[in-house]
């Protein structure tokens, strides 16, 4: 689960494709070494303007690629205080 390549169907609006930033590939690795470990829930906090969607949209393309749950997809919970940065990840 730990090894799969990063998601790279992403594209920024110039239709570049969007790679994620270091800190982000580690608050990923992070998350998905939690999972393995079993931990039912788990808290990223990440900094404002610094890809916490990007975050997301990349630990949910791994759990996807590994199968993780073949019986039901992975339920991510987005809080969010306007509608935009929930719609956005959630109509891609």
Same mark, same amino acid.
């Given at each position: 689960?730990? /090894?799969? %390549?990063?998601? @790279? @169907?992403?594209?920024?609006?110039? /239709?570049? #494709?969007? +790679?994620?930033?270091?800190?982000?590939?580690?608050? $990923?690795?992070?998350?998905?070494?939690?999972?393995?470990?079993?931990?039912?829930?788990?808290?990223? =906090?990440?900094?404002?303007?610094?890809?916490? =969607?990007?975050?997301? +949209?990349? /630990?949910?393309?791994? /759990? #996807?690629?590994?199968?993780? =749950?073949? @019986? #039901?997809?992975? #339920? $991510?919970?987005?809080?969010?205080? +306007?509608?935009? %940065? $929930?719609?956005? %990840?959630?109509?891609?």
């Amino acid at each position: 689960m730990l /090894l799969a %390549p990063f998601d @790279s @169907s992403l594209r920024d609006y110039n /239709l570049e #494709r969007k +790679r994620p930033r270091y800190y982000q590939r580690i608050a $990923v690795n992070r998350a998905l070494r939690a999972i393995a470990r079993r931990q039912r829930r788990i808290l990223l =906090t990440i900094a404002t303007g610094t890809g916490k =969607t990007m975050v997301a +949209r990349q /630990l949910v393309a791994k /759990l #996807r690629k590994a199968d993780w =749950t073949a @019986s #039901r997809m992975p #339920r $991510v919970l987005y809080l969010a205080d +306007r509608n935009i %940065p $929930v719609d956005r %990840p959630k109509d891609d």
